[in-house]
């Protein structure tokens, strides 16, 4: 029923998660009615997309295809002896955001997940360790995501540095528990247990 062009643009656009098939055909429609220099811009920075982007050799951060290493790692006035340890290379923006970290990051590239088939060996740990004892490390804070998969991951990481650092290493793990601006009734147990447990002085 639609033009070759256009279906190919929907199914394209289909196959990206989140979008549906009514919104991918929202998405095509109103890309064919705009300006052509939208598709065209769009077109040429997905082309350019894989080539332009790489992976730090140290870091595994998402870096320009022209570098050789992550600014975060290579700035002179960030804290080599401080990593933060996130799941996916775009954590580290969350973080960044805040303007309040001045360490260094390190990116695991997901987290241990028997059903989706990864294991600890897929992970960048074994790097991580190294990284530790090249750079002199002082404190590693772990910073994956609070689900099973990334509490799995984080005791493992945990259970590895301390074994071989010992007390010559902190390790440290984001605080969890409570929003901002979250009455209790509407804290789910999980949270409300975090928060427990993570509980400060006054």
């Known amino acids: 029923m639609l033009p070759k062009s256009l279906q190919a643009a929907i199914d394209a656009l289909s196959a ?12 095509a429609y109103y890309l064919f009615r705009a300006n052509p220099a939208l598709s065209q811009a769009l077109s040429s920075a997905l082309s350019d997309l894989h080539s332009g982007v790489k992976s730090c050799p140290v870091t595994f951060a998402l870096i320009d295809a022209k570098e050789d290493k992550s600014p975060l790692y290579t700035d002179p006035t960030r804290d080599k002896t401080t990593i933060l340890v996130v799941e996916e290379p775009l954590d580290i923006y969350a973080i960044e955001s805040t303007h309040g970290y001045k360490g260094t990051y390190h990116v695991l590239g997901g987290a241990i ?24 490390v002082k404190e590693v804070i772990i910073a994956t995501n609070p689900s099973v998969e990334g ?19 902190k390790i440290t793990r984001l605080a969890r528990g409570l929003p901002l601006g979250v009455d209790l009734s509407y804290a789910d147990q999980i949270t409300l247990s975090a928060a427990l447990e993570n509980r400060t002085d006054l």
Not at 17 to 27: D, L
């Open 16 to 27: 990206l998660p989140g979008v549906g098939p009514r919104t991918a055909e929202r998405y």
């Open 113 to 136: 997940s028997p059903i989706d088939g990864i294991t600890a060996d897929e992970l960048h740990i074994k790097e991580l360790l190294l990284r530790v004892e090249q750079d002199g």
């Open 151 to 169: 509490e799995s991951t984080a005791l493992l990481i945990s259970k590895l540095l301390s074994e071989k650092f010992g007390k010559n290493l």
